[in-house]
């Protein structure tokens, strides 16, 4: 197949980035068709995708991701189409001067995976990244309470970071294993010195169960959920301690901020 001319090419790349802008038309158009036909082995989608790989990077990320295996298989079809358009593009790259040969197979590649994440993204029923926060989620939880949700009032204990006046409570549905604390009043806590931990105390287990590390804000108030890292059974007492940056695994006790006794609440 004879090379296409450097003249040439260089005015089809032209026409097809207007193309892939939306600005071709009338002679334009026409000389554009007119020269696809008189050169058939130029890559005439190689703008096109080009302009799909920049609008990846404008797409949502992350909150709207394609499921993994969804993914795989987008990743999978992408490969498919490529084989068939590479098949033209290396006569592209036969051109001393067309370097194509390196850079277009990425192209391709990051074009048709673009392609299928703009479609992924806009596809009928996609809904936008969530934007709820945790006290939406526990207002929620109140409106909508499962039939087991109990509330137990918080306790102070004696230790330097609870004030003197604290109010709140925890919020535990047992059959949804699911939960909130909350609190007023109890004293902010530097994170990089010591961070607050929940325990929830079961009565089929030996240790308590870690409920997750947890900071409070500058206010002393703060929402946050139960993150219990088992499955609790018998849930006797919620207890929120004073540990060490991060947490600890086994807590000493020593410093017993806030407790809330189930069925004293």
């Known amino acids: 197949m004879s090379r296409t001319p450097d003249h040439i090419t260089d005015r089809i790349l032209d026409l097809l980035a207007d193309r892939a802008l939306g600005e071709l038309q009338g002679e334009d158009a026409a000389e554009l068709d007119r020269l696809l036909r008189e050169h058939p082995g130029f890559n005439a989608d190689t703008m096109d995708f080009a302009a799909a790989a920049a609008a990846l990077s404008i797409c949502p990320t992350a909150d709207d991701a394609p499921p ?69 989620q526990l207002d929620d939880f109140e409106q909508h309470p ?12 004696p230790d330097p970071l609870v004030t003197e006046v604290l109010s709140g409570e925890v919020l535990w549905s047992q059959t949804e294993q699911k939960g909130y604390m909350k609190f007023s009043g109890l004293r902010v806590n530097d994170p990089t010195i010591e ?12 240790h308590p169960v870690d409920g997750g590390v947890f900071d409070i804000d500058d206010e002393g108030n703060a929402i946050i959920p139960i993150d ?15 540990e060490k940056p991060g947490g600890v695994v086994v807590s000493s006790k020593e410093r017993i901020a806030v407790v809330a006794p189930v069925g004293q609440g």
């Open 146 to 157: 499962p039939a087991d949700l109990v509330r137990i009032a918080w306790a102070g204990q």
């Open 195 to 206: 961070q607050y931990q929940l325990w929830i105390f079961d009565g089929s287990r030996e």
């Open 68 to 136: 993994p295996a969804l993914r795989s298989k987008l990743l999978a079809d992408a490969a498919a189409r490529n084989n068939m358009k590479l098949g033209r593009a290396e006569a592209q790259s036969q051109s001393p001067r067309n370097t194509s040969g390196a850079w277009l197979p990425w192209v391709l590649a990051a074009a048709s995976i673009a392609l299928a994440a703009i479609a992924w993204v806009n596809r009928p029923g996609a809904t936008t990244p969530s934007t709820t926060t945790i006290a939406q």
């Open 228 to 242: 219990a890292k088992l499955a609790v059974r018998q849930p006797t007492l919620f207890a929120v301690t004073v």
